[in-house]
């Protein structure tokens, strides 16, 4: 069969006619085979995925312990305040969603940095007059991983680094080295409340430093940072010409006797990409809606920055429409009471739980001021019989069904993370569990007799 064939408009750098070849009944019409190509099926996964690795994934699914079949499972592992229904969002949430359901507005497409009056909305809650926002400013996004990980893409290039706190959230890395981008570990220090290590975090910078992230208030930790320490990191960032991706998922989640002050608000001089979202201060992490706050007062991003953000929205056509219809009743009908409700019962989770594991010996709590976690130490020297945390926290389900993650999971060996989120009654109960378990294998240390004996 002859070929189908397409006239063309003259043009000096095109040839004048295009050949489309077409497959009929089996039979090619391509004028040749291929030269040097033997066909064969060879499907093989990107070298981006094979990049990809997300070390909780890796370490909670090698751990093979079965539960105590006596115990009932405590899970103090779900970084998901839904899981256990004690914490249900405000029905006034939920109203919103409906209405804008019901209202059959938001069934299309939107802008794929969100409808401009949605970002107007964000623009306007979190605006302050020390850090001003339009609408311009803002990218809505599915949920804050996407936020981050469109900041990391739009700062970083293969064989750069960015800089990130250890302990410190899992997917910072995941994401990072599947584009290619080296991950430098920066400490927090667990006598100073999980304050950075300045010193340490100045030394890693060099000429291929793309981004310091900043994770405030903490996941792993629940710290919250003064606003005094949080002066002193711009500082750095203003000395070194570092910009800053500031997660500040869990902003305002912090208890009574500390203050959040959001990054952005501090500094004029260092410009900063904040990203937010729905997921842990609404209680709804599965709506997957998040934001980008775009902080750039000295014009240092410019517009390259703010274009490359909205081009690499476009790969997947922005977030949901429907939660993008309820963002102004989510954020001006819902009461105070909400918040307060939410914070006080995380706070009382959160003294109870300190206050149980710190009178055990060989665990070494660090008492949380924000956020859903606190982070749990572990003296290895008096548990000879576990090599790490990893065996420590898998022999603590095998024996008492409490699933508690190990800090291997964000690069702190011998800790473990407690997620506070759960009920009063479980976490009493979880914590009489690893009470239990701490003196059945807790062993005095070599020379410490009689502190053992007291």
């Not at 006797?257 to 904040?274: G, H, W, Y």
């Not at 977030?319 to 409700?341: D, M, W």
């Not at 993370?417 to 569990?433: D, G, H």
Request: proline share 7%; net charge negative; aromatic share 8%.
């Amino acid at each position: 069969m002859d070929p189908y064939v397409i006239q063309m408009n003259s043009n000096s750098n095109l040839p004048s006619v295009l050949d489309v070849h077409v497959n009929i009944g089996g039979r090619s019409s391509l004028p040749g085979k291929m030269k040097g190509r033997k066909a064969r099926w060879s499907v093989k996964p990107s070298d981006m995925s094979n990049k990809t690795f997300n070390p909780i994934r890796a370490i909670v699914d090698s751990m093979k312990v079965k539960p105590n079949p006596n115990k009932t499972m405590i899970a103090l592992s779900i970084g998901d305040p839904t899981v256990f229904g004690n914490l249900p969002t405000d029905p006034e949430v939920t109203q919103a969603m409906k209405d804008a359901l019901d209202s059959g507005k938001y069934n299309g497409y939107a802008p794929s940095i969100g409808y401009l009056s949605s970002r107007e909305e964000i623009a306007s809650y979190y605006h302050r007059p020390e850090a001003p926002l339009e609408a311009k400013d803002v990218i809505l996004t599915s949920g804050c991983s996407q936020a981050i990980e469109l900041c990391l893409a739009v700062l970083a290039n293969p064989g750069q680094n960015i800089l990130v706190p250890r302990p410190g959230f899992s997917l910072y890395r995941t994401l990072a080295e599947s584009m290619g981008i080296e991950v430098k570990l920066y400490n927090l220090l667990p006598e100073k409340s999980w304050e950075i290590d300045l010193k340490q975090l100045e030394s890693l910078i060099d000429e291929k430093t793309a981004c310091l992230i900043v994770n405030n208030p903490s996941n792993p930790c629940g710290s919250v940072f003064s606003k005094s320490h949080l002066q002193k990191i711009l500082a750095v960032a203003a000395k070194q010409c570092v910009p800053i991706l500031a997660d500040e998922i869990y902003g305002d989640m912090v208890f009574s006797d500390s203050k959040f002050e959001p990054l952005a608000t501090l500094s004029s001089n260092v410009p900063i990409l904040s990203c937010g979202g729905l997921a842990k201060r609404w209680l709804v992490p599965g709506w997957r809606l998040g934001w980008i706050l775009i902080h750039d007062r000295r014009d240092i991003f410019g517009n390259e920055i703010r274009d490359g953000l909205v081009k690499l929205s476009q790969r997947i056509l922005g977030p949901c429409t429907i939660v993008q219809g309820a963002l102004k009743s989510i954020l001006h009908r819902t009461p105070q009471e909400f918040y307060h409700n939410t914070l006080s019962f995380l706070k009382s989770n959160a003294d109870l739980c300190y206050g149980a594991l710190a009178a055990i010996p060989g665990l070494q709590p660090v008492r949380p001021s924000g956020a859903m976690y606190l982070m749990v130490g572990i003296e290895m020297e008096h548990f000879p019989e576990f090599e790490n945390d990893v065996e420590f926290t898998e022999r603590l389900v095998a024996e008492q069904s409490v699933h508690c993650l190990p800090a291997t999971c964000f690069e702190y060996p011998n800790f473990f993370r407690v997620v506070i989120t759960v009920p009063k009654v479980m976490m009493l109960e979880a914590c009489s569990r690893i009470q239990e378990f701490c003196e059945l294998h807790y062993h005095c240390a070599e020379g410490s007799q009689e502190e053992c004996d007291k």
